[in-house]
């Protein structure tokens, strides 16, 4: 069976959204340990009596005070919540244009074969 040149842009497309649904799942994943990172980070402070501790910031540490630490990981935890909800929308929108991406493609060449 011959697919003619609509059906394979379909196609070309439709392996677009794919590409683009695989690169924000792995986007997803990436923020999904960063915000487990953060609240192991959080864990460790709120489980200390320290009044200061470090802070690896690039190839050095520096000494903070463990509030100001814990409010600036406060901060990124939730700065970090708002993408990884917007992140889920987008990946949820992206799967439903794909599913009917590829719906669309498969009404097509059973039109032609049948």
Same mark, same amino acid.
């Given at each position: 069976?011959? =697919?003619? %040149? $609509?059906?394979? %842009?379909k /196609?070309?497309?439709? @392996? *677009?959204? @794919?590409q *683009?649904? !695989?690169?924000?799942?792995? *986007? ?6 960063? =915000?487990?990172?953060? #609240?192991?980070?959080?864990? $460790?402070i709120? +489980?200390? #009596? !320290?009044?200061?501790?470090? $802070?690896?910031? +690039? ?11 814990q409010?600036k990981?406060?901060?990124?935890? #939730? =700065?970090? #919540?708002?993408?990884?909800? &917007?992140l %889920?929308? *987008?990946i949820? &929108?992206?799967? $439903?244009?794909?599913?009917a &991406?590829?719906?669309? /493609?498969?009404? !097509? /060449?059973?039109?032609? +074969? +049948?």
């Open positions: 069976m011959k =697919i003619s %040149e $609509e059906i394979r %842009e /196609i070309v497309k439709a @392996q *677009q959204l @794919q *683009q649904l !695989e690169l924000l799942m792995y *986007q997803k994943q990436g923020m999904s340990v960063a =915000i487990a990172e953060i #609240d192991n980070a959080l864990k $460790e709120e +489980g200390s #009596d !320290e009044k200061e501790v470090f $802070e690896v910031v +690039g190839t050095v540490m520096l000494k903070r005070k463990t509030a100001d630490l409010k990981l406060k901060e990124k935890k #939730d =700065i970090t #919540d708002i993408r990884l909800k &917007s %889920e929308k *987008q949820g &929108s992206l799967a $439903e244009k794909m599913k &991406s590829r719906e669309e /493609i498969n009404k !097509e /060449i059973s039109k032609k +074969g +049948g």
